[in-house]
Structures are given as structure tokens and as C-alpha cells.
């Protein structure tokens, strides 16, 4: 039986860090909602008992449904056999698949600063201060940080030869930088150069590869977490 993913059918969203890497493990899985319809995800989490997730993405796997993008990983990684079997090491990849969480959530907070439900046009004076923090602090940051974790191990991944869940978030998370920040991520091409080369090696993973070249890899758009506005990047 495959994985069935629950995601919004029309965007990238937190969804695309499940798919990358269920797509480099070439894992079967269902794309439910592309399949379906965005009512039927409504209404299939809205049917969902117990502790059920609090918002998609969530995977379902028989009877074992999961919510929240890092604790899915883990669990595949981990059901799939494709973890390191070192307690600490293992640890040490959620960890770090968290504070991509934390980060993904500080990228949607730029162009959303003041609430969710609100267009952006409702709140770009808020935006435009936002995002000269975030290029100028929060992104560096955060940037230094993975950077240093991917060198640890030499690289090209971060634990050196063998590919993880993080490398695959890693990736998307640099590629949504270039399409939202290009003119910065262009100006300080080379401060990075261990997730610039991680961002190189994960697409020569076979299932990846196969997937970027595919139709089902969708790109990124002015509905995702990941959009581009002109004045909120450097000029």
C-alpha cells in the first residue's frame, strides 16, 4: 500500500519538503488532493478523530496518521530505513529539520507580518520593515547556520556522502530563496558554499532528478510560502 499525502493542490507549500523527499527515496504515494480536490482534504482532515493533525500537510500510512512536515520525515526516515541507526546522529537531523521549520515559518512572516488572513496588499508598510530585518539579520543567520551543519561532515550532504531528509529541505529551502530573493541570494552567492554545493548535489539524486524533470514538481508561485515581490527584495 502507498503513502497517501494530504496537501493544498496548487501550492508548493510545506507539502513540497514531504514530496522531495518521498521522491528521492522513490517511495510510492498518493498525491491526494491533486488527485482529488482541495474540498476533499478539507473533509477528509475535518473527519479525522483522536489527535488528529492540525493542518496539513499530514501522511497517512494505514492506520498511522502524522501531521507536522518534521515529524513526517522522521517517520519515513525512519520506517524506510533511511536514517544513520545512531541515536544521537538521528537526533541530530530532526533537530535541524526543526529549526528549518522555524525558518520556513520566519520566510512566510515577511510578506505576511501582521496576520495570515490578510492579503499582503493589507500589509506591505508592515512588509517592507519586515523584510529589511530578515535579509539583513534572520536570513544570514540562519544561513550560517545550516552551512556550518553541512560542512561537519566535507559535504556534499550532511553526513558526507549519504543523503538525508534535511539535504532534500535544504534544497527546497534554497531554491525558494532564489526565487524570492534573487538580486540577494545573487549578491552573496559564495557565502555559503556548503549548501550552494548541497543545492548542486541533491538534484543528481536519481529520484529527484527523475521528479524535477517531471510534471508533478510544481513551481513556485504568489500563493506559496516562498513568493517574490519585487521591493521586498534587495535593490
Known amino acids: 500500500m502507498s503513502y497517501q499525502l494530504w496537501y493544498w493542490p496548487t501550492i508548493p ?9 518521498m521522491e528521492a527515496a522513490e517511495l510510492e504515494y498518493e498525491d491526494m488532493a491533486r488527485e482529488e480536490s482541495a474540498d476533499a482534504l ?30 513526517i520525515l522522521t517517520y519515513l526516515s525512519d520506517k524506510e530505513g533511511l536514517g544513520t541507526g545512531d541515536l544521537a546522529t538521528d537526533l541530530g537531523l530532526v533537530q535541524l529539520q526543526l529549526d528549518i521549520a522555524d ?34 539579520n534572520r536570513l544570514p543567520k540562519y544561513l550560517i547556520h545550516f552551512d556550518n551543519a553541512v560542512a561537519t561532515n566535507g559535504g556534499p550532504f550532511l553526513l558526507g556522502d549519504q543523503w538525508s531528509h534535511v539535504d ?60 517574490h515581490y519585487e521591493e521586498l527584495d534587495e535593490q
Request: hydrophobic content about 40%; charged content about 25%.
Open 13 to 21: 507549500g510545506r507539502g513540497e519538503f514531504v514530496r522531495l523527499f
Open 103 to 136: 525558518f520556513v515559518e520566519e520566510v512566510h512572516s515577511v510578506h505576511h507580518p501582521i496576520a495570515s488572513s490578510k492579503y499582503y496588499s493589507e500589509q506591505m508598510e508592515a512588509a517592507f520593515e519586515r523584510a529589511e530585518d530578515f535579509r539583513a
Open 168 to 227: 532534500t529541505s535544504l534544497f527546497q529551502v534554497m531554491e525558494g530563496l532564489d526565487y524570492a530573493f534573487p538580486n540577494l541570494m545573487r549578491r552573496m552567492q559564495g557565502t555559503w558554499p556548503h549548501l550552494e554545493g548541497l543545492q548542486t548535489a541533491v538534484p543528481d539524486i536519481d529520484g529527484v532528478a527523475a521528479y524535477l524533470a517531471s510534471e508533478r514538481r510544481m513551481e513556485f508561485n504568489q500563493d506559496g510560502i516562498f513568493r
Open 42 to 71: 478539507v473533509e477528509d482532515l475535518h473527519a479525522r478523530e483522536g489527535v488528529r493533525p492540525f493542518a496539513p500537510p499530514y501522511l497517512v500510512d494505514d492506520d498511522v496518521v502524522i501531521g507536522q512536515t518534521a515529524l
